[in-house]
């Protein structure tokens, strides 16, 4: 070995040394093999920690390490100054600017009722098809379609010779009469007298009574056609109204021949009408005559209270329903014949404990929930319902009587809750 090369082996182990020192000085205490074994293990157990404590992400959401990102497992904080979403904080001037009434529960006495489907009609009862009961022709028109007419208003003239027949044939029948008279007279005071015989007596006596029934006869024919017995009248025949009411029809002109079983006029009085419907056997327990019932047109947001007149006794073939009406007072003439009309039966009645207006019931998390009045505002509570009558409905569950609740105004109270859910989601 010469100088050269051991100088070299020198310079090696002086260069190990120097890395040996300064492994030893950043590792003390163990040796680099097993501190990567270590460190391996520790990054593992790590890996698998986070992996069971997470649930499963929604898709298309990313994680972002060392943001502070919050555990999906944990509930969510609710921010400063944010009420629980069933509670709703308003002040009276908001209340009254939304419109909401307040109004406490309370026990009513409710009933069931039965509404079935109806159209006006005329009251038949009290309409009348004018016929002139002569043939002859019209002389003059008095009353037009649609114009009111009293009781015994002349409603046309016609001229008639079977009327001017009956006119003669009454006053012939009544000089006889007075002939008769005046001859029985006569005879009885010859027959008093002993001056003629009694069969002549008797005989003047008969022709009296056949002369009094003629006479009666012939008032009869004219009374029977509505003619009066004036004989000075001719063949005039004036057609008067039955009954106080409306001209429904009219069907006669100036000139017009007409014949003795013509209707020349309908007349109605409604100040009554009727309102027709059918009842489903099943609805039969509710519809009884002397029963009351409500009577409401939508058409014209009218409603009229009437009773039941009318039941029939049996059920349609066809339509397996029962005729029955209504009658309707009448007395403005809006209730008109052909309007479409719904009418309501009471059909049960009983008292419930607790209630609240129809009103104050609105669906919240798809349940029938009412807002209770609390201390500056009001709580969103789910109840359970019962019986309704259209107006109030019975709370079976969930609310006391006397608890005050949003009787008008739920509606945005709602919608406020629905809002303030929305907006929490996000």
């Known amino acids: 070995m010469n100088k050269?090369?051991?100088?070299?082996?020198?310079?090696?182990?002086?260069?190990?040394?120097?890395?040996?020192?300064?492994?030893?000085?950043?590792?003390?205490?163990?040796?680099?093999?097993?501190?990567?074994?270590?460190?391996?293990?520790?990054?593992?157990?790590?890996?698998?920690?986070?992996?069971?404590?997470?649930?499963?992400?929604?898709?298309?959401?990313?994680?972002?390490?060392?943001?502070?990102?919050?555990?999906?497992?944990?509930?969510?904080?609710?921010?400063?100054?944010?009420?629980?979403?069933?509670?709703?904080?308003?002040?009276?001037?908001?209340?009254?600017?939304?419109?909401?009434?307040?109004?406490?529960?309370?026990?009513?006495?409710?009933?069931?009722?039965?509404?079935?489907?109806?159209?006006i009609r005329l009251n038949e009862d009290r309409t009348a098809h004018v016929v002139p009961r002569v043939a002859g022709v019209v002389e003059s028109v008095g009353a037009l379609l649609g114009q009111p007419v009293k009781r015994g208003q002349v409603l046309a003239v016609i001229a008639s010779t079977a009327v001017s027949d009956l006119r003669s044939d009454l006053a012939a029948a009544q000089r006889r009469l007075e002939l008769a008279r005046t001859t029985r007279e006569r005879e009885k005071r010859l027959w008093e007298e002993r001056i003629s015989a009694e069969q002549d007596y008797l005989q003047a006596k008969a022709a009296l009574a056949e002369a009094e029934i003629a006479a009666g006869n012939a008032r009869a024919k004219l009374a029977a056609i509505g003619v009066s017995p004036t004989a000075n009248a001719g063949n005039r025949f004036e057609l008067r109204a039955p009954f106080d009411g409306i001209v429904l029809e009219k069907h006669v002109a100036l000139g017009e021949a007409v014949k003795e079983d013509t209707s020349i006029y309908t007349i109605s009085d409604l100040s009554t009408v009727w309102a027709n419907f059918n009842a489903a056997a099943r609805d039969l327990n509710a519809v009884r005559v002397g029963a009351q019932a409500v009577v409401r047109a939508q058409a014209m947001g009218a409603e009229a209270r009437g009773t039941v007149s009318y039941v029939g006794s049996l059920i349609g073939e066809s339509t397996r329903t029962a005729t029955a009406r209504v009658t309707v007072p009448n007395p403005e003439g809006a209730w008109r014949p052909g309007l479409f009309v719904n009418v309501t039966l009471l059909a049960s009645q009983r008292a419930a404990a607790v209630t609240v207006p129809n009103g104050a019931i609105q669906t919240v998390d798809g349940k029938p929930s009412v807002f209770v009045r609390i201390d500056k505002g009001f709580s969103a509570r789910e109840v359970m319902l019962g019986l309704s009558d259209g107006r109030r409905t019975e709370v079976t569950s969930g609310l006391k009587a006397g608890e005050p609740v949003a009787a008008a105004g739920s509606f945005v109270l709602k919608s406020e809750l629905e809002k303030g859910a929305a907006g929490h989601e996000h």
């Open 4 to 119: 050269r090369q051991a100088l070299s082996i020198v310079i090696l182990l002086l260069v190990g040394a120097a890395l040996a020192a300064l492994i030893l000085r950043a590792r003390p205490g163990g040796s680099a093999v097993h501190d990567d074994h270590a460190h391996a293990d520790a990054r593992e157990h790590a890996v698998q920690g986070r992996s069971a404590a997470r649930p499963k992400a929604e898709a298309g959401e990313s994680a972002h390490a060392g943001t502070g990102v919050r555990n999906p497992s944990e509930p969510t904080p609710v921010p400063s100054g944010r009420k629980e979403p069933q509670a709703l904080m308003l002040s009276e001037e908001q209340q009254q600017a939304a419109g909401i009434t307040v109004e406490a529960a309370a026990p009513a006495q409710l009933a069931t009722t039965v509404s079935l489907p109806g159209e």
